[in-house]
Nanobody
Framework: VQLQASGGGLVQAGGSLRLSCAVSGRTFSSYPMAWFRQAPGKEREFVAAISWNYGSTYLTDSVKGRFTISRDNAKNTVYLQMNSLKTEDTAVYYC???????????????????WGQGTQVTVSS
């Protein structure tokens, strides 16, 4: 299984970006998917996750109301729509996957088996 993240870039505060994560593999529809991010000098943190079955979504508090995670199983792709971006959203964003991971562990990066290469998001003031 390979994950390919894309869509990062430089944007002004208040702007929007949409990240994509394309997944190779035959059973994408059974993979819970997540986005994590790592800012300079900080540890990687959970941002958002989406379940594999009912499309339930989970967001960290700092992005609620601004970010949306979604998936298109026909395209084997998960998206992170980021609106009202803030300078503190600047980070490298990583997508991650783990077949049939329990929702209890969606925010636990050590539970994920597959990772994308990361895409840089820079928000300027």
């Amino acid at each position: 299984v390979q994950l390919q993240a894309s869509g990062g870039g430089l944007v002004q505060a208040g702007g929007s970006l949409r990240l994509s994560c394309a997944v190779s593999g035959r059973t994408f529809s059974s993979y819970p998917m997540a986005w994590f991010r790592q800012a300079p000098g900080k540890e990687r943190e959970f941002v958002a996750a989406i379940s594999w079955n009912y499309g339930s979504t989970y967001l960290t508090d700092s992005v609620k109301g601004r970010f949306t995670i979604s998936r298109d199983n026909a395209k084997n792709t998960v998206y992170l729509q980021m609106n009202s971006l803030k300078t503190e959203d600047t980070a490298v964003y990583y997508c991650a996957a783990k077949p049939r991971l329990s929702s209890s562990y969606y925010s636990t990066q050590g539970r994920y088996e597959y990772w994308g290469q990361g895409t840089q998001v820079t928000v300027s003031s």
